[in-house]
């Protein structure tokens, strides 16, 4: 799986555009928890290269950068939990979810 890091906030912008062009998907990891490991791990065992065509995978590190992470909740309006996955479209956030309920067939449905 190819992911972008996201680390700063201009991305949050970038990521608006990009999402009315394509679905962006980002993950927020804690790489203290064993729940976010295991639902990354889950998510990465059933990825396909060709999701890469249909979804912009992008990575959010919740130590290194937890007020990136306060601003995608407040960008998007979506509280923010951990781990977390947002899909977001046109700008918007169409489908989120946590912890063992993060479902690569959920997620990919919705695009």
């Known amino acids: 799986m190819n992911w972008k890091k996201l680390t700063n906030a201009e991305q949050i912008q970038e990521i608006k555009l990009l ?3 394509k ?3 980002i993950f927020k990891h ?12 889950r998510l990465q065992r059933k990825w396909k290269d060709s999701d890469a065509e249909k979804v912009e995978p992008y990575y959010l590190d919740l130590i290194a950068g ?3 992470s306060d601003l995608v909740a407040k960008e998007f309006r979506v ?3 951990s781990p977390q996955v947002l899909l977001i479209k046109n700008g918007d956030v169409i489908y989120d979810n946590s912890h063992f309920g993060i479902s690569y067939a959920d997620l990919m449905g919705k695009i």
């Open 19 to 21: 999402s009315e062009e």
């Open 30 to 41: 804690s790489t203290r928890c064993s729940i976010s490991s295991m639902s990354l791990d």
């Open 66 to 68: 937890r007020n990136i």
């Open 79 to 81: 509280p923010h939990e």
């Open 23 to 25: 679905p962006v998907m």
